[in-house]
């Protein structure tokens, strides 16, 4: 369980802001923290696990109190039993994984675990290698291992699959999932990305203007704020081709051409290089499977 | 007649003596400059290289006072140590640390200060303590730089000359080093000595220098 109160001053584009963040956190659960970026999802994070001091407030897990300004008590990060990921793996380069995993180890246990979770993640053959020979979806696992092996009381994930594509985003995804259900934590997953709130978490806070605004399950959410019944893109003119009763226009949407029919009314004042918005219900669209995505690695 | 190598052997020795007390010194002055938080590292850094620009003489004339063993401190340190700074290798080697500061102090901090953040955060939120990164880290992660420190150093003390003169004067097998020893025979018009100290000093820091860039370049491969 984690009881977060805190407040914080924070430089961000526009200028100075007062971040308050005021949530809970129950035992096991993963919960997104979702915004914009500088909106201080990772100052949140990093006021938990004590490498950011907030101005005021309190931090309390499992009873235990990690920060209270009017106590002045503030656990320093060593003292706090977090399990912590940042964007880029850093994994130590000096170190071959097996190392990398045996420096987060204090004791028998957590060394019984180093040879279950490589298993687990499939990097057994790989762990006696040193990072820089490892793509960057394997680092990041290793990355996410090494903060479990100390069996924090705290999860805390920092964009950590921001820079994968997304076949591997997914799949990485999916085996965090697995991860979490294995140690059962509370867990706090900041993400910038729409649909990894969607797959990830029964429960998603969203930051905004310094303050958490919505506290929700992320269907409820998404109703409510950002999604729609429709489908809409912006698409830029390729080519309009003049007739009675409707006209035919080329769209260039994406890296797709679509043809769609128009009347004189709609398109007149455009011309070809211009872009526009084009929308259209989502009520019973043609679902076409398996789409295959090139990934460079699995 | 076998020609005296002692100034050479002297040299030697002085450069050896003063790197190891440099790496000891300087590792964690290194590490305080680019992560202490004190306000008065300012008046600090200044300080470490002001002997990059300082006339040696003038940093020789203040160790001369301060040593000076007719004055208080000077008179003190004899007592208590039964050593005398002034005129003697220990004293050449008080200078020559001072003088290669910044030699073994602004490599390893500028690597410091460009260490990535995020390793040491890394390190601290798997429960290890900032000696325990620093050691298992840090250190490790860093053999250029310190490897840039101790060969500038042993270069630059073997290049020394003011500092040595003012504080060791030419006392053979004491303070007499090769560059003092280049001076003096010149001075006595003795020019085949000076050209055979001078050789090795050229040879001697040309092969320095030249292996070191070799393992840089070594270096820079293995990390790309």
Request: proline share 5%.
């Amino acid at each position: 369980m984690i009881d977060v109160d805190v407040k914080k001053k924070i430089r961000s584009s526009g200028g100075d802001q007062q971040l308050h963040a005021r949530f809970q956190i129950g035992p096991g659960e993963l919960v997104t923290l979702f915004g914009e970026s500088g909106s201080g999802k990772t100052t949140i994070l990093r006021m938990i696990a004590g490498l950011t001091h907030p101005d005021q407030g309190r931090i309390v897990v499992n009873d235990e109190i990690w920060f209270d300004h009017s106590q002045r008590i503030d656990r320093p990060v060593q003292q706090r039993s977090i399990g912590m990921v940042f964007q880029d793996a850093t994994l130590f380069p000096n170190m071959t994984l097996r190392q990398n995993l045996e420096y987060a180890v204090i004791d028998g246990e957590g060394r019984g675990l180093i040879q279950e979770y490589l298993a687990l993640m499939r990097l057994d053959s790989l762990a006696d290698q040193k990072p820089s020979t490892l793509s960057g979806g394997q680092k990041q696992r290793v990355a996410l291992i090494r903060a479990l092996l100390r069996r924090p009381s705290v999860f805390l994930l920092d964009e950590p699959l921001s820079a994968m594509d997304l076949k591997l985003r997914i799949q990485l995804q999916d085996e965090l999932l697995q991860l979490h259900e294995k140690v059962n934590i509370p867990t706090l997953f900041v993400t910038h990305d729409l649909s990894e709130v969607v797959r990830m978490s029964r429960r998603v806070l969203m930051l905004a203007d310094g303050q958490i605004k919505h506290d929700a399950a992320p269907d409820r959410f998404f109703q409510e704020h950002l999604c729609s019944g429709k489908f809409r893109f912006p698409a830029r003119i390729v080519d309009i081709k003049p007739d009675e009763p409707l006209s035919v226009i080329t769209l260039q949407i994406g890296q797709h051409l679509s043809r769609i029919v128009a009347s004189k009314e709609e398109w007149q004042g455009l011309q070809p290089g211009d872009t526009i918005l084009v929308a259209t219900k989502a009520f019973n669209p043609i679902i076409v499977k398996p789409l295959s995505i090139k990934s460079e690695e699995t | 007649m076998m020609p005296d190598l002692s100034p050479i052997w002297l040299t030697l020795k002085l450069a050896s003596v003063t790197t190891v007390i440099l790496l000891i010194l300087g590792l964690p002055l290194a590490y305080w400059l680019a992560f202490g938080k004190a306000r008065w590292k300012v008046f600090i850094e200044p300080l470490v290289s002001m002997p990059l620009v300082l006339p040696p003489t003038v940093l020789g004339f203040y160790i001369l006072l301060i040593f000076n063993p007719n004055a208080g401190f000077g008179g003190w340190l004899e007592e208590i140590f039964h050593t005398r700074f002034v005129f003697s290798f220990a004293g050449l080697v008080i200078g020559s640390v001072i003088f290669s500061l910044p030699f073994m102090v602004n490599p390893i901090k500028s690597h410091f200060q460009s260490f990535p953040r995020n390793w040491l955060e890394a390190s601290w939120t798997l429960g290890r303590s900032s000696l325990s990164t620093f050691v298992h880290v840090i250190l490790p992660n860093s053999f250029t730089a310190i490897g840039t420190g101790l060969v500038m150093t042993f270069a630059h003390t073997i290049g020394e000359f003011g500092v040595v003169l003012m504080i060791g004067g030419n006392i053979p097998n004491q303070t007499r080093v090769a560059s003092i020893a280049v001076y003096s025979e010149v001075e006595a018009l003795n020019y085949g000595a000076a050209h055979m100290y001078s050789i090795i000093l050229f040879v001697m820091c040309f092969v320095i220098l030249f292996v070191f860039q070799i393992l840089n370049r070594r270096m820079a491969k293995v990390v790309a």
